[in-house]
Structure formats: structure tokens, C-alpha cells
């Protein structure tokens, strides 16, 4: 299989039950998508798809690791992914207006004539969804390998000392006691 067919799966022949589907997840994956924020995904995308009569509950585990720009220093910064979704799919005769009215967004429709479940655009959404909107690393982390030392340096610089802080305070209070005065 190639391109976004790896990521369909043929319902109609599974039994009810439980069902794992593992999943690599690499740059090439998001070429069919816009240009992404990230680079150097190694992902690993777990899915449990629990087959009832009806609907399918879908249980997604990504975990795995990718690279993005620090929020920071601008430089390079890999991060770990984790998280875990739950999507119900209902099988009915209108799906279109179902997922027009439905406000849940863990629930989804489809036609019940369909026969495949297409995940990409759940794993591209999950993976995105996974990335920490903060791309920055801790306050212990900074300074470390993955920091860019002149842009920090830069930012140092431009952070207010101390004496400038109580400085501005202290001319404030000269409006302060002209208030009191003219009472």
C-alpha cells in the first residue's frame, strides 16, 4: 500500500471486538499536508478500534518525538510526544447533516455502506494536537545544548535590572504625594 491508503482500514471483514493497528510516522507522512512548524518526526501512532454493532470506539496513543523551533531562542528544539484520543464513529444513513449538527467533537458519522475507516487526517490532527503549544524548554534547560547562547545573551541584555525597575516606581510616588498635598 502507498500514501494515505496505508492508513485506511477495511471494517467489513473484522470481527466485533477488540483490534490493534500500529503506525510509523515520519516527515513523508504530512507531504500531502501544508507545510508543518516541525521537522524530524519519528512518531509511533497506537490504535485500538474496539468493533461494536453500530460504531467503532477508537482509542489513538502517540507517543514519539519531532523536532520544532524554540519559541526562544529560534533554534532547533526536539520534543517528546504523548497523548492519548478517543473518537466514537457511528455508522448511519446521513452522515453529512449528523456531522453538521453534532457539537461533540469525539464523535463522528459515517455512511453505513462505507467499508473503510480513513485515519490520516485523525493521525495528522492527534500528532499536531500532541505538540505542546509552548516550544520552549524549561527554566533548568536553559542555556543547554539546544539553546542558540547569543540570542539568550541578547535577551539578557534587553531584560529591565533592578535599579531601572524601582526607578520608574520612584517617580510615581512624587505624583502620589502631589495628590496629598492638594486634598
Known sequence: MSGKRTYDIAFVGLKPGEHQFSYEITDKFFQDYDEQDFTDVNATVKLNLD??????????DVGGSLKVICDRCGNNLPMQLWDEFKIVVKLV????????????????YIDRNESHLHLSDWIYEFINLSIPMTRMCNDAEIGGPYCNKEVLEKLNKLRPSEDNHH??????????????NSN
Open 51 to 60: 468493533k461494536k454493532t453500530g460504531f467503532f470506539l477508537l482509542k489513538f
Open 93 to 108: 444513513d446521513n452522515p453529512d447533516e449528523m456531522n453538521e449538527q453534532e457539537e461533540d467533537p469525539d464523535v463522528y
Open 167 to 180: 526607578s520608574i516606581w520612584k517617580d510615581l510616588d512624587k505624583f502620589k504625594g502631589l495628590e496629598e
